[in-house]
């Protein structure tokens, strides 16, 4: 096993049994009470049954869980043909729609590093090789000219040309892909511009496009799932609309309040698109947006037909193909009920994928208007439609900023205004905004629990996120009796903050909770009779 420290490009193609192995001390600190020996749970190593099974020569964790080993030299063989293939595809017209930024990104890195101090994962890892931003870029750019350019081909390693590629040196990067949240926060840091996220994306999009190779919980339990039934959770129509019945006869036995959520109602204003997660996990959020949109007098709909009631699209992440499918079937049922505006309820990738990726995927008369539902809630409290009491909001809370539609769109104030007008014991973490951490869940990894990936993710890749939370809270944080609202108005983020809370077991332990912007938003309703949050009842 190679010192980290040591690790280069090159070693991608080496056939050691594994690359790297982490340590518990070379972690990034956390502050208190969790710099304490005996806080953390500890690092485990890999099954021997996965070793033979899976790629865990890489750092000994598994994302890709349909990357299986081969059983023969024809197999191998087989398997880096048809990555080369789709690399040469990448670079092609076949890429269009991509393929101006992923050259830029591609050729015209300085290798200044300045990406590395804006890394989470790198920075959380204890600064290791593995997890630089720029060291998964240089392996694939060593691997491009290699086979395709002159010079690779003739003069080698001579050239930069010195990776050995087999069946470990592909499957190694087909993991290290899946160790990337495509936050972009290097894109942002970079002072060239250049976006070492696109580069990871292409290489997911060949393994998934052109060899058939991605997540389970994106792919088959994920979009195939969603254009079968109509959600990425399985729920079907009848499904649905029984579980809106039921969310109805909750919001009436528990708040007394007799709302009839409104369905495929033809002509209204606003089609809102939740993640169906939602309604699996947090009842609650769909609940709120209910509770608000009927208090503020708004006109609109949910859509009960496929692909309308989940705005899930994890195409994004691994597959443009799967991508432009569900963005076309949503944004038909949008046109279909003749809404004016559909509007993404709390969820960062959707609010990309319906709002910039779908927008470039659906032209004409075939558009429908995509809104955030951040600014529409601003619009609710600032024009007074809604009485508010932020009293009973006083606990302390903070905010996670998303960061497809933070640092991604650009929609930072709406958000933290509510909070303002609302929370009085509001803070901000730090840093916060546009230079916020990724919560590290994203690019799927929320929802990616095979094998030991869920270690790997709350240990490392959200790692930085957790400690922005006991940052946030210090003070605090040791009181018991306090609880201390970690809002992420993201149904994706809500999912990595709630594991790495039960990871740590900062809830049971110190009273940390979480939640979305709308409950907070409900809890401070004049009208609400009760705490809206279960942890506030008494």
Same mark, same amino acid.
């Given at each position: 096993m190679?010192?980290?420290?040591?690790?280069?490009?090159?070693?991608?193609?080496?056939?050691?049994?594994?690359?790297?192995?982490?340590?518990p001390?070379?972690?990034?600190?956390?502050?208190?009470?969790?710099?304490?020996p005996?806080?953390?749970?500890?690092?485990?190593?890999?099954?021997?049954?996965?070793?033979?099974?899976?790629?865990?020569?890489?750092?000994?964790?598994?994302?890709l869980?349909?990357?299986?080993?081969?059983?023969t030299?024809?197999?191998?063989?087989?398997?880096?043909?048809?990555?080369?293939?789709?690399?040469?595809k990448?670079?092609? /017209?076949?890429?269009?729609?991509?393929?101006?930024?992923?050259?830029?990104?591609?050729?015209?890195?300085?290798?200044?590093?300045?990406c590395?101090?804006?890394?989470h994962?790198?920075?959380?890892?204890?600064?290791?090789?593995?997890y630089?931003?720029?060291y998964?870029?240089?392996?694939?750019?060593?691997?491009?000219k290699?086979?395709?350019?002159?010079?690779?081909?003739?003069?080698?390693?001579?050239v930069?040309?010195?990776?050995?590629?087999?069946?470990?040196?592909?499957?190694?990067l087909?993991?290290?892909?899946?160790?990337?949240?495509?936050?972009r926060?290097?894109?942002?840091t970079c002072?060239l511009?250049? /976006?070492?996220?696109?580069?990871?994306?292409?290489?997911?999009?060949?393994?998934?496009?052109?060899?058939?190779?991605?997540?389970l919980?994106l792919?088959?339990?994920?979009?195939?799932?969603?254009?079968k039934?109509?959600?990425?959770?399985?729920?079907?129509?009848?499904?649905?609309?029984d579980t809106?019945?039921f969310?109805?006869?909750?919001i009436e036995?528990?708040y007394?309040?007799?709302?009839?959520f409104?369905?495929?109602?033809?002509?209204?204003?606003?089609?809102?698109?939740?993640?169906?997660?939602?309604?699996?996990?947090?009842?609650?959020?769909?609940?709120?947006?209910?509770?608000?949109?009927?208090e503020?007098?708004?006109?609109w709909?949910l859509?009960?037909e496929?692909?309308?009631?989940?705005?899930v699209?994890y195409?994004?992440?691994?597959d443009d193909?799967?991508?432009?499918?569900?963005?076309?079937?949503?944004?038909?049922?949008?046109?279909?009920?003749?809404?004016?505006?559909?509007?993404?309820?709390?969820?960062g990738?959707?609010?990309?994928?319906?709002?910039?990726?779908?927008?470039?995927?659906?032209?004409?008369?075939?558009?429908?208007?995509?809104?955030?539902?951040?600014?529409?809630?601003?619009?609710?409290?600032?024009?007074?439609?809604?009485?508010?009491?932020?009293?009973?909001n006083?606990?302390?809370?903070?905010?996670h900023?998303?960061?497809n539609y933070?640092?991604?769109?650009?929609?930072?104030e709406?958000?933290?205004n509510?909070?303002?007008?609302?929370?009085?014991?509001?803070?901000?973490?730090t840093?916060?905004?546009?230079?916020?951490?990724?919560c590290?869940?994203?690019?799927?990894?929320?929802?990616?629990?095979s094998?030991?990936f869920?270690?790997?993710?709350?240990?490392?890749?959200?790692?930085?996120?957790?400690?922005?939370?006991?940052?946030?809270?210090?003070?605090?944080?040791?009181?018991?009796?306090?609880?201390?609202?970690?809002?992420?108005p993201?149904?994706?983020?809500?999912?990595?903050?709630?594991?790495?809370?039960?990871?740590?077991?900062?809830?049971?332990?110190?009273?940390?909770?979480?939640?979305?912007?709308?409950?907070?938003?409900?809890?401070?309703?004049?009208?609400?009779?009760?705490?809206?949050?279960?942890?506030?009842?008494?």
């Amino acid at each position: 096993m190679i010192n980290q420290k040591d690790l280069r490009p090159r070693d991608m193609g080496r056939l050691d049994e594994q690359l790297i192995k982490l340590e518990p001390g070379q972690l990034m600190s956390l502050f208190p009470p969790y710099d304490k020996p005996g806080m953390e749970p500890p690092l485990t190593d890999p099954k021997p049954a996965w070793q033979e099974k899976f790629c865990t020569s890489l750092d000994g964790y598994v994302g890709l869980d349909t990357l299986i080993r081969p059983k023969t030299k024809e197999e191998e063989v087989e398997f880096v043909r048809k990555f080369l293939s789709g690399l040469e595809k990448s670079f092609s /017209d076949a890429n269009n729609g991509i393929l101006e930024p992923f050259l830029l990104s591609f050729e015209y890195c300085a290798k200044c590093d300045t990406c590395s101090a804006a890394c989470h994962i790198y920075e959380a890892s204890g600064n290791n090789e593995l997890y630089r931003p720029i060291y998964r870029s240089e392996v694939l750019r060593k691997i491009v000219k290699k086979y395709f350019t002159t010079s690779g081909k003739l003069l080698g390693r001579f050239v930069g040309a010195d990776v050995d590629v087999n069946w470990e040196t592909i499957a190694r990067l087909g993991e290290l892909a899946y160790r990337c949240n495509l936050c972009r926060r290097c894109a942002q840091t970079c002072p060239l511009g250049l /976006d070492n996220s696109i580069l990871t994306k292409e290489i997911r999009k060949i393994f998934s496009q052109e060899m058939g190779i991605a997540p389970l919980p994106l792919h088959t339990k994920g979009t195939m799932l969603q254009i079968k039934t109509g959600s990425s959770t399985g729920v079907s129509k009848p499904a649905f609309l029984d579980t809106i019945e039921f969310l109805e006869e909750d919001i009436e036995e528990k708040y007394g309040l007799k709302i009839k959520f409104p369905m495929d109602k033809k002509g209204a204003d606003i089609l809102l698109l939740h993640n169906a997660g939602e309604y699996m996990a947090w009842p609650e959020n769909p609940i709120a947006f209910a509770i608000l949109f009927e208090e503020a007098g708004l006109n609109w709909t949910l859509s009960s037909e496929i692909a309308g009631y989940d705005n899930v699209n994890y195409g994004i992440w691994y597959d443009d193909f799967q991508a432009k499918q569900l963005a076309t079937l949503q944004m038909k049922v949008a046109k279909d009920l003749g809404v004016n505006r559909i509007v993404i309820a709390e969820c960062g990738h959707a609010h990309k994928a319906s709002a910039l990726v779908g927008d470039r995927m659906v032209y004409g008369e075939d558009k429908v208007p995509v809104e955030s539902c951040l600014p529409l809630l601003w619009d609710m409290v600032q024009s007074k439609r809604l009485k508010l009491d932020p009293s009973r909001n006083n606990f302390p809370v903070t905010l996670h900023d998303p960061c497809n539609y933070v640092r991604g769109m650009g929609i930072v104030e709406p958000q933290r205004n509510v909070l303002k007008a609302i929370c009085p014991q509001f803070r901000e973490m730090t840093p916060h905004g546009v230079d916020n951490y990724c919560c590290g869940g994203g690019g799927g990894f929320a929802i990616t629990n095979s094998l030991n990936f869920s270690e790997w993710r709350n240990k490392v890749a959200s790692r930085m996120k957790f400690n922005q939370i006991l940052g946030a809270f210090q003070g605090s944080i040791e009181d018991v009796n306090i609880p201390k609202y970690v809002c992420a108005p993201c149904s994706n983020c809500k999912g990595a903050i709630r594991d790495i809370l039960e990871f740590y077991e900062a809830t049971s332990k110190f009273n940390v909770q979480y939640g979305g912007l709308v409950e907070l938003m409900v809890n401070a309703l004049v009208s609400m009779k009760k705490p809206f949050m279960e942890f506030l009842e008494e």
